[in-house]
């Protein structure tokens, strides 16, 4: 048993209960010490307490032989080989920082207020793409001050992903813990994005969602969250696949793991007068300044969007979509040039069509005159089509009348 000073022993209560282990590598206690929650202990990163490279044992005495994990590999890891020690896949600071360009809009004070009650209530955020479902729960972290962690789910994502493996290390096996693992030792918020990409590898996540813990097979140990830990997923659609096919690789999930998560918001795109101020805070973040031209661009968005959902477009302008076109004006200091190069993802016809629609909204045409034009367009094509139709069938009957 070595002993230690006070001081000594409250840096290494404070180190443990951090990271929940006993072999920390020198960046993961500079960075509690860059938190300022302790002192430098250039006492503990000497010889006497290391272990391997770069890494050091905290003298935990008698309290050591109760946190201690059974670091060995179960019958069924491969090659039935050991574990020299757990190491974090995170170091240093994961509480994110505030965006200067986003505006609170939608369901993000829903949001917020669940991460303020710090009760594990998963959640799922829906919506189309680019509207700032992942920002909004980003924004609402970075407010709170709460540790983020975020998971972007692929159709590849599984077990090993998400809760961690067997890793090579200075030439030694380790076990590294994963995001999920992480977020739950740390109190953290887990944010599952873009879930219904995700195949039925992310089984694995079914207690963890129920909030009683996970046992990793692995490394022999349970795992239990620490207060403050939830789960929020985001995806475009609702976990039942996309059967328009603008969201090719999204999958039909399990309906058991759906319903460990109490509530869905739906999040829509933001009113004309929040996407305003977003794309005023992201010209005015590259010291530009053009409300006439964030006015157009709304509007435009607006005509586009209004089009999209009732049939006549099947390509539609996002939030992201006007924030990149904003940035890409204030580098070219061109704006048919922003919105054609931001537009080149559509096909020919599509952002044709959108770029000699930003062109009457350039020149004055308001959001009702540009509707009001569309509606005539499409009723005078209607009539047509119906003319043409009478045509036909008065041709059939004179040709039939020819042969009675």
């Known amino acids: 048993m070595i002993e230690l000073s006070k001081k000594q022993t409250e840096q290494v209560s404070v180190l443990y209960d951090v990271y929940k282990k006993d072999i920390l590598t020198r960046a993961e206690i500079n960075a509690v010490v860059k938190k300022g929650k302790i002192q430098n202990p250039s006492w503990l990163k000497t010889d006497k307490f290391k272990v391997d490279r770069g890494c050091y044992k905290l003298p935990l005495n008698n309290a050591e032989d109760n946190n201690k994990v059974d670091e060995k590999v179960l019958d069924d890891a491969p090659n039935k080989q050991e574990a020299a020690y757990i190491v974090s896949s995170l170091t240093g600071d994961i509480v994110p920082k505030k965006d200067k360009v986003f505006v609170p809009f939608g369901n993000y004070s829903d949001v917020k207020n669940i991460i303020k009650s710090g009760q594990f209530y998963p959640c799922f955020v829906t919506g189309l793409s680019g509207n700032g479902k ?130 869905t918001f739906e999040q829509k795109y933001p009113t004309s007068k929040i996407e305003k101020k977003i794309l005023t805070n992201t010209l005015k973040a590259a010291g530009k300044s053009d409300v006439k031209f964030v006015e157009k661009l709304v509007t435009w968005a607006d005509v586009i969007r209004r089009t999209f959902f009732d049939g006549g477009v099947d390509e539609i302008i996002s939030t992201r979509r006007l924030v990149h076109i904003t940035q890409a004006y204030a580098i070219f200091g061109d704006k048919i040039k922003a919105i054609q190069l931001c537009t080149n993802r559509f096909d020919d016809d ?55």
């Open 134 to 263: 992942t920002m909004a729960v980003t924004q609402a972290c970075a407010e709170m001050k709460k540790e983020l962690i975020r998971v972007n789910i692929t159709i590849e994502t599984d077990e090993d992903d998400l809760l961690g493996g067997y890793r090579l290390k200075d030439g030694q096996t380790v076990w590294q813990n994963g995001p999920v693992i992480e977020a739950m030792e740390r109190g953290a918020l887990l944010l599952l994005d873009e879930i219904d990409l995700a195949s039925n590898k992310i089984m694995c996540l079914q207690p963890i969602l129920e909030g009683s813990g996970v046992f990793v097979k692995k490394i022999n140990k349970f795992v239990k969250p620490k207060a403050g830990f939830n789960v929020i997923a985001t995806a475009n659609t609702k976990g039942q696949g996309s059967e328009d096919g603008k969201f090719i690789g999204t999958n039909i999930l399990n309906e058991a793991f759906l319903e460990r998560f109490p509530v």
């Open 350 to 404: 599509t952002k044709n069509s959108f770029v000699e629609l930003y062109t009457k909204v350039d020149s004055g045409s308001s959001l009702e005159d540009i509707l009001k034009e569309q509606n005539e367009a499409d009723l005078s094509q209607q009539l047509e089509s119906e003319d043409d139709s009478d045509s036909d069938d008065t041709d059939a009957d004179q040709s039939a009348s020819v042969y009675n």
